[in-house]
């Protein structure tokens, strides 16, 4: 006897209540951890030959670089309001996260 099993499959778009840049997080931080927290950009190469020192592989570089040049450009700033229509409840910010995980970003 064969069975005939149908998936169905949802592809969800999931995010953070606020499209941050890096010099906002670190400015939210900043005020969280009562310190200073500096977003220091570097070029690609820079960044290429840190990771490669650190012993990445040249594939793996080459995504996060990748990741982060489509960050850069901002293609990772729409918001889904995805998170409240599954379970129900809002967003918290970024700022409340960094306040309720304080204790692991010291």
Request: proline share 2%; glycine share 4%.
């Amino acid at each position: 006897m064969v069975r005939l099993y149908r998936y169905r499959w949802t592809i969800y778009q999931v995010t953070g209540s606020e499209a941050l840049s890096n010099q906002q997080i670190a400015s939210i931080l900043s005020a969280v951890l009562d310190r200073q927290i500096t977003y220091v950009a570097i070029s690609e190469q820079a960044a290429r030959e840190a990771l490669k020192e650190a012993g990445m592989p040249e594939q793996e570089i080459n995504l996060v670089l990748g990741l982060y040049t489509t960050q850069k450009f901002g293609y990772y700033s729409d918001i889904s309001p995805v998170i409240e229509q599954v379970t129900g409840k809002k967003q918290i910010s970024f700022e409340q996260f960094a306040r309720d995980y304080t204790e692991d970003f010291k």
